[in-house]
């Protein structure tokens, strides 16, 4: 049966909305948290395994030192206190695909605490996330469900469990209750989980492809009267696994809270989750509190000791943050915000630095990636880093336009010859023999084929009207099969009219 909801408009004038991310980061070390098993995405199901991450009794874990220090450069990323000593703990819950019946994580003594991330919105405004902490966890792992409609538990008949993902590093970023922000509160979450997607790949520590599963997030929302009163009960949808799926999330939960609440009911503590198809939330389990985990230290490992002079010697290697290289590159190629919003957006900022430094010019990378390529990838439904063409092919395609020995329409046809696997740019030429035709015997003879079929187009263009010329150059590249040089036609035409 349907939820009751409230208008989003009517919801955000009735309700202060405050709500929080629990975000989960896997990290992209060789080997799990605590054992030596091989990680790779898309494995063949329960082959990369060790008796510790399968639980198994008597084994014992032993810290990745890597996955620490790739922990160490989140926190100085996201402006957080490190902790010189910290300590991981068990917490305690049964799940199908958690083999050893609770999970390592950090409780009291976290390695990073007390941080915030500033985000940019879309209109350039800039809101401040506080951090509560950035904690190193290890992953459960992964239930398939079969029988039920998208894979989910509902209706499913039998599942199985793929331990792989067992022990993979993982580090939780949590918020603290973000307040004051209003109506835009899904706009801040959405733009907050690519701040983070964008900072982890420059850190070098995480793929982030949400499609993939190693970023996901739990949003919790809560609604209260005033600012000023207590915070209200909330709710938390797990996993939500897509930018736009965290906004969507939001959005119902606070219709579907403010209705609650304006009929007179209680809000239920409790997990959710999103459902893609129906767009929304649907119950789960009353949610835990932390007494109920039993946390408490891991007997099997000692706290870790993190040192002044260690955390320096990673804040010398720290790379240019996202948000500085952003207005790098807009200074640099000369886009303004909207311009450089755009290419944010789709996602193209590697793409398009990787094309410029291969020798295109920002404004035609950014033509590429944004125009012809964005579209093929939104026709098959694919990122544009999954496309088969790379930075360096399409800046070829670029030179060869430069150099005249392509015009715009045998571009995109050799480009749609690389995206065939036709091969390279010049391949792609020699083999369907494209050429620009710029002999001025043959395009001259052309000109004048197209001028003597449409005199009325003539008179216009002797008048000084010169919106019909494309209609001339239109036909001049019929004539040579889209192999003209456009600026040698527009010449001719122009001697051939004041001739």
């Not at 982030?208 to 009267?225: I, K, T, Y």
């Not at 767009?279 to 706290?303: E, I, W």
């Not at 023999?433 to 009325?456: M, T, W």
Request: overall charge negative; charged content about 30%.
């Amino acid at each position: 049966m349907a939820e009751k909801l409230m208008k989003y408009s009517e919801a955000v004038k009735k309700y202060d909305v405050v709500f929080g991310l629990e975000t989960h980061v896997e990290l992209c070390t060789n080997t799990k948290l605590f054992c030596p098993a091989h990680i790779e995405f898309g494995g063949e199901p329960n082959t990369q395994l060790t008796p510790v991450s399968l639980g198994l009794p008597g084994s014992l874990p032993v810290i990745n030192q890597t996955a620490v220090d790739y922990a160490i450069k989140l926190g100085l990323a996201l402006h957080c206190e490190i902790n010189e000593w910290s300590q991981f703990a068990r917490k305690n819950y049964f799940y199908p695909d958690m083999p050893r019946n609770y999970q390592i994580s950090q409780y009291d003594k976290p390695t990073n605490g007390n941080g915030y991330l500033d985000v940019e919105l879309e209109d350039g405004t800039v809101f401040r996330v506080p951090i509560e902490r950035a904690h190193i966890e290890d992953d459960a792992g992964k239930n398939t469900h079969v029988g039920g409609a998208d894979g989910r538990i509902e209706g499913a008949d039998h599942s199985l469990v793929d331990y792989n993902r067992a022990g993979v590093p993982l580090i939780e970023i949590v918020t603290k209750p973000i307040e004051g922000a209003g109506d835009r509160a899904p706009e801040i979450a959405g733009a907050y989980m690519r701040a983070i997607r964008d900072i982890v790949r420059a850190l070098g520590i995480s793929e982030a492809r949400m499609e993939h599963g190693n970023m996901r997030a739990d949003v919790n929302v809560s609604l209260r009267h005033s600012p000023s009163d207590p915070l209200g009960t909330r709710s938390e949808t797990k996993n939500v696994n897509s930018f736009r799926g965290i906004e969507k999330t939001m959005q119902y939960e606070i219709r579907r809270q403010a209705a609650i609440l304006d009929d007179g009911g209680e809000i239920l503590q409790e997990t959710r989750h999103w459902d893609e198809a129906s767009q929304a939330t649907a119950g789960g389990r009353v949610k835990s509190d932390a007494d109920d985990y039993r946390y408490f230290p891991d007997p099997d490992l000692v706290m870790l000791h993190i040192t002044k002079e260690h955390i320096a010697e990673i804040d010398a290697q720290m790379p240019e943050m996202p948000r500085e290289r952003r207005n790098r590159l807009q200074g640099e190629w000369g886009f303004n915000a909207t311009e450089m919003r755009d290419i944010v957006n789709a996602d193209a900022l590697d793409l398009i630095e990787a094309t410029v430094e291969a020798g295109a010019t920002a404004s035609g990378a950014k033509k590429w990636w944004l125009g012809e390529l964005s579209r093929e990838a939104n026709a098959k439904g694919v990122s544009l880093e999954e496309l088969s063409i790379t930075p360096v092919e399409v800046a070829d395609v670029e030179k060869l336009i430069a150099d005249g020995k392509l015009n715009d329409k045998l571009a995109k046809q050799t480009v749609a010859g690389v995206l065939a696997g036709e091969g390279t740019p010049a391949e792609v030429v020699e083999k369907h023999g494209f050429k620009v035709v710029s002999d001025d015997g043959a395009l001259e003879a052309a000109v004048v084929e197209a001028l003597d079929a449409n005199p009325d187009i003539v008179e216009k263009l002797k008048g000084g009207n010169m919106k019909p010329m494309g209609a001339i150059i239109g036909a001049v590249m019929r004539a040579t099969r889209g192999q003209a040089d456009a600026k040698a036609v527009t010449k001719i035409v122009m001697e051939k009219i004041k001739g």
